[in-house]
């Protein structure tokens, strides 16, 4: 016996997570999906944010959206609170009321970045800026409801498309004959392609009946590097971009910016296998991917 199509409502389309879950979950008949950019529904504005949830009386809301500019956030808290800290709220209020799932994502900026070892889920918060401390008040936020929630925490995100590190990376390279890079800041640069199949796998367990205990997971990439390694990743996939310019490894200290940044943005992803059944790939093996699809679609 076929299920019933389930009414799934994505926020953050515009950008490089949410419109990866939008491909993927558009492609699934057994999903009834609507998808709301920026443009369409604006997360400062409360009365929106609760209106768009129950128009549209999703079972399953998967939040993508969120003020990302970690640098701007320095001189516009207010704005990055509403949107990171107060929507998330009224979007569990809402679904809440639906008794359906709410999916958010939150970032290894909830850390202060100290130590070397992997953060786990349990390890004490401490934010270094005025971004980390907006998604961690939205994570607290959630919590506070009680709905049905489940929040995974991730880290250095890019995709194939979209403005991210990797695109800077082969902008620059082709601007530039030297570059300096980040070299003491440790984490795992992941896709949103597979965080985006990891979300649609789950979902569809979700729809199923699936009934995990709600709460925060990590949900990165394996293994680790650094801005300056995942850059020398980068020039080495892409050929074309020869010879890549030098670059020079610095310290987080020689490169001052608004907004301070963790040097740990290792995550302990051990809970999200072993509660939720899901294992993202090496950072390397999902790198791969990404730069075959560029290629690709360079050649055409």
């Given at each position: 016996m076929s299920l019933a199509r389930q009414r799934l409502l994505i926020l953050g389309c515009g950008g490089q997570?949410?419109?990866?879950?939008?491909?993927?979950f558009a492609t699934d008949s057994a999903w009834s999906v609507t998808a709301l950019s920026r443009s369409q529904l604006n997360l400062a504005d409360a009365d929106q944010v609760r209106s768009a949830v129950r128009h549209h009386a999703p079972q399953i809301l998967i939040n993508a959206a969120a003020y990302t500019a970690v640098d701007r956030?320095?001189?516009?808290?207010?704005?990055?609170?509403?949107?990171?800290?107060?929507?998330?709220?009224?979007?569990?209020?809402?679904?809440?009321?639906?008794?359906?799932w709410l999916l958010h994502y939150s970032t290894?900026?909830?850390?202060?970045?100290?130590?070397?070892?992997?953060?786990?889920?349990?390890?004490?918060?401490?934010?270094?800026?005025?971004?980390?401390a907006s998604k961690?008040?939205?994570?607290?936020?959630?919590?506070?409801?009680?709905?049905q929630h489940l929040i995974f925490r991730t880290s250095w995100v890019y995709a194939a498309e979209g403005r991210n590190f990797l695109h800077t990376m082969l902008r620059l390279g082709r601007e530039r004959s030297a570059l300096s890079i980040?070299?003491?800041?440790?984490g795992a640069p992941t896709t949103a392609e597979v965080l985006a199949a990891a979300t649609t796998d789950l979902a569809a367990r979700l729809r199923e009946g699936f009934a995990p205990k709600s709460g925060v997971f990590h949900m990165s990439c394996g293994g680790e590097t650094t801005w300056f390694g995942f850059a020398e990743t980068i020039f080495a996939a892409f050929p074309a971009h020869q010879p890549p310019p030098a670059l020079t490894?610095?310290?987080?200290?020689?490169?001052?910016?608004?907004?301070?940044?963790?040097?740990?943005?290792?995550?302990?992803?051990t809970l999200l296998a072993d509660t939720l059944h899901l294992r993202l790939p090496h950072w390397q093996e999902a790198f791969a991917s990404v730069a075959a699809a560029l290629s690709a679609r360079e050649k055409h």
């Open positions: 997570l949410g419109a990866e879950l939008a491909r993927r956030a320095e001189s516009e808290p207010e704005l990055a609170f509403a949107v990171n800290a107060t929507a998330p709220g009224i979007l569990a209020e809402e679904m809440a009321r639906l008794n359906g290894d900026y909830v850390f202060d970045g100290s130590g070397s070892a992997p953060w786990i889920e349990s390890d004490p918060t401490d934010p270094l800026n005025v971004y980390g961690l008040a939205g994570e607290d936020a959630i919590a506070a409801v009680g709905a980040v070299n003491d800041q440790h490894p610095i310290r987080t200290a020689d490169y001052p910016t608004p907004a301070r940044r963790p040097l740990n943005s290792r995550l302990d992803c």
